[in-house]
Structure formats: C-alpha cells, structure tokens
C-alpha cells in the first residue's frame, strides 16, 4: 500500500549539484564489516593519504557550495589519519564534519579526539543486514539496544548531532513503525532516523551497457541482491508509519533526474518530547530554514547542534505565524498544558525523519537518480554519484540499461569516458558535472 502523497503537496528542496548541503569524501574503501545493502566494494589497500585526501575536498568545493562533509567510505574509523581529516575539513575549509559510520572502531577516547578535532556529528549504520559481531541474527527492534549504547556514548561528549541510518528491505518494512516510535522516545539524544531503501540492479527485467555494448553484472557488489525483488517506494514507507501515527506528515522532498514526481529523498520534521510528539511542521517551515540559511551565510543547512534543536518551543514561536504544521503544533502543546496545568512544561525538540529512495529503474531503462543528489563524490576530480561509483572504477564508466531483449535507441553521448589506465591513450578532459544515466 502507498500513502497518498504528492509532490505538489510538499516543498521541493532548492539543493543543486553546485550548490548543496553536504558532499561525499571516501579517504578510504576498506571496511571492517560486510553490510548486504552497501554498493561500496571492500578494498584493503585504499587508504589516501592527507594530500589526496585534500585534492578530493578541494575538488568539491571548488565545484559546490556546501555546509556539511560526510567522511565515509569503507568505513572512516579505520583510517589511520582519520583525526587529522576531520581536522582539515574543519579549520581548514570551514566544513561541517559528519562521519558515516559503522561504529565498531569507535571508542570513547577516539569520540574525544574527533570531537576536539572539530567533528560536527555522527550518522551511524546499524541495521540487520550487516554481519556485525555478537548482533547476528537480531532484528531491527533487538538493535535498538545497540544504536542506544553509541546515541549515548555521544551524547556524554556532548553537543555533537546522532544520525542513524537504516537500510529497509520488505522483511524489515513492517519494524519501521517501531524504529521511528524508538527515536521518538530518545528525541533528546536521537537527532534523525534515515530509512535507506534497499537496492538492487534487477537483471532479470534489464540488460545493461556500456557505450552500447552489453556488458555482464556480476562483478558489482549490488548485483542482484536478492532481499528486494520488489522495490519499496518512499510512500509505501509513508503509508507503514502512518499504521502507527496517522498524523505523520512530510514537509519537503527531492525529486528525480527523470521522474519529478518521485520521492528520492522525502523529509519529515517533527517536534516533541520523549513522551509524545506534538506535531509535524509544514513546507513553509523548511521553505523559510533553507532559503533563509542561504541568504544569511550563503550555504543550505545541512546540520544543526543538538543546543539547537531543544530549542523546539523557540521554533515554533518564530515559525507559527508563518507555518500551518507549525500552529497546529503549537495548539497542541499548549492544549496539553492547560488541561494539566500542575504539571511541569516538557521540553520539546526538533528532530527529523528522512527516507531515501535510491535509483529507480523506469521500464524504459532510464535510471531515476536523486535530482540535485546531495551524495555526490569526486573522482578524479570530478563531481559523481557516490552510489554508483562502483560501475566508473570497474567499467570506466556509469552503465546505461534497457528492458530485456531490446537495445537502446541511441548511444548515450553523456556517458563519462573510460578513465585512462596505464599505457593507455589520454582521454579528453571532462567536464566536471555527473554523467548523465
């Protein structure tokens, strides 16, 4: 079942390839567990040096503006300089720094350094797909005992921000009622739930391609992962929650590069304490945090301190006369007080929902990507999808698919050229923008 949901209904997020909320800096493809749903491929002799490390962020950001950097990989704990990146990303680039991680190489007294190194926060990726020592074979509900122990261990070094992501096949879709109920009751130390729906290259309905010449799979990690034959769509997530809280409203999306009308990354903001929350704000709430953010620093907001964000009381005073969401929230949390008026005001806190869609296949072949993809790496000092970075290392290049038995049109001319290897003849320069799927 699909909720029924629409694009005109939200507020479309002013994120573009060169002017954006975050970027993507891989200093490393090696990792210390096997996730079934990463499209990264385990590499243990990558790690970059810190002169490489800065060729790549300067490549982003003479490419794009952005607030936020998120160090992953692999898996950035492993990186023997991984303090003096978070470093420069920091001081030298003024960045915010947020690492992608899996957490098993995290300790206390690395927390410590990172955080003096300037790290801004943290989204962890913890879910049931992963082969994570003593947590095998537990659900998503079990794992929640795990995510609480890192929120936690952070939120005792304090002011940093907690992301959780989790990877959502349709054996886990029926847990994410629970999960956001979970990070409702921690609101105070869970800052945003990310439902990361799960993907997978679908050989049995396309063929794919390169430059025209149909090429096999099966040497991409993501190749034909078998626990999403049917892939879940960002409003069948919408609909699961909405099980549990018929309220839950979203507020602002991105759609795709070939599909508008998709939800690729669909956003929900909501505001309460760990005992309830109070409402959801509106598209005008995010319409006015975005572009207000850009006129004053000249940077969409990517991510907030947690002094910030419980602060929701102050939110919804400055953004009621302008946000419906935001005066219905209003309404109720007043209302609650006046009929228990012996009982002490909660505090309230912003936090967020974010459900990402990855790439759609439309039946023509044409791969839907997340438009204005705030995931976007470099690569040989050019501006690519983090998701299919896979496909350039191993084929030179992103594939292009069509339906069975049949061939595309036209070869795509979009398509970025194979990167040169060794002894072999230069390629002509590019041009610094994504190819075109």
């Known amino acids: 079942m699909h909720a029924d949901i629409h694009p005109s209904q939200y507020y479309r997020l002013p994120w573009s390839l060169n002017d954006n909320v975050l970027s993507w800096l891989e200093p490393t493809k090696r990792c210390n567990l096997y996730c079934e749903g990463c499209y990264s491929r385990n590499d243990p002799n990558s790690d970059k040096t810190l002169e490489q490390v800065r060729a790549d962020v300067d490549a982003l950001v003479r490419q794009r503006k952005i607030d936020s950097m998120s160090i992953a990989g692999g898996e950035p704990l492993v990186h023997p300089r991984i303090v003096d990146i978070v470093r420069m990303v920091s001081e030298d680039f003024g960045i915010k720094p947020i690492i992608n991680t899996n957490a098993l190489a995290l300790t206390p007294e690395l927390l410590r350094q990172l955080k003096d190194a300037g790290l801004y926060g943290f989204t962890f990726h913890i879910d049931s797909t992963q082969g994570r020592p003593k947590w095998k074979g537990r659900n998503e509900l079990e794992l929640n005992e795990l995510r609480l122990h890192y929120a936690k261990m952070v939120a005792e070094v304090g002011d940093m921000s907690v992301a959780f992501n989790c990877t959502i096949t349709r054996d886990t879709l029926s847990y994410v009622p629970d999960m956001a109920e979970w990070a409702r009751e921690h609101i105070d130390i869970v800052h945003s739930m990310v439902f990361i729906l799960f993907r997978t290259s679908r050989t049995r309905e396309f063929d794919y391609f390169k430059n025209g010449q149909a090429v096999p799979l099966d040497d991409l990690v993501y190749y034909d992962q078998d626990?999403?034959?049917?892939?879940?769509?960002?409003?069948?997530?919408?609909?699961?929650?909405?099980?549990?809280?018929?309220?839950?409203?979203?507020?602002?999306?991105?759609?795709?590069?070939?599909?508008?009308?998709?939800?690729?990354?669909?956003?929900?903001?909501?505001?309460?304490?760990?005992?309830?929350?109070?409402?959801?704000?509106?598209?005008?709430?995010?319409?006015?945090?975005?572009?207000?953010?850009?006129?004053?620093?000249?940077?969409?907001?990517?991510?907030?301190r947690p002094s910030m964000l419980r602060h929701g009381r102050t939110m919804l005073a400055g953004f009621a006369a302008f946000d419906k969401g935001a005066?219905?929230?209003?309404?109720?949390?007043?209302?609650?007080?006046?009929?228990?008026?012996?009982?002490?005001?909660?505090?309230?806190?912003?936090?967020?929902?974010?459900?990402?869609?990855?790439?759609?296949?439309?039946?023509?072949?044409?791969?839907?990507?997340?438009?204005?993809?705030?995931?976007?790496?470099?690569?040989?000092?050019?501006?690519v999808w983090s998701c299919r970075l896979d496909e350039r290392t191993l084929h030179g290049c992103f594939l292009t698919a069509a339906p069975k038995c049949a061939r595309p049109e036209v070869e795509v001319k979009s398509e970025v050229k194979a990167k040169a290897k060794p002894k072999a003849a230069k390629t002509k320069k590019r041009t610094g923008q994504p190819a075109e799927a």
């Open 327 to 383: 005066r219905t929230t209003a309404r109720t949390y007043v209302g609650d007080l006046l009929r228990k008026p012996w009982r002490r005001a909660p505090k309230l806190h912003f936090q967020s929902i974010l459900i990402i869609q990855p790439v759609d296949m439309l039946p023509d072949g044409r791969m839907n990507m997340c438009d204005g993809c705030p995931d976007m790496t470099v690569d040989d000092g050019e501006l």
């Open 227 to 304: 626990k999403n034959p049917a892939p879940i769509e960002a409003p069948e997530v919408v609909a699961e929650i909405r099980k549990r809280d018929a309220a839950f409203t979203p507020c602002a999306y991105l759609g795709g590069t070939k599909d508008p009308n998709s939800f690729k990354w669909l956003l929900t903001a909501r505001i309460g304490s760990r005992e309830r929350i109070y409402g959801y704000v509106g598209p005008r709430y995010m319409e006015l945090v975005q572009t207000g953010h850009h006129m004053l620093f000249k940077r969409y907001l990517g991510y907030t």
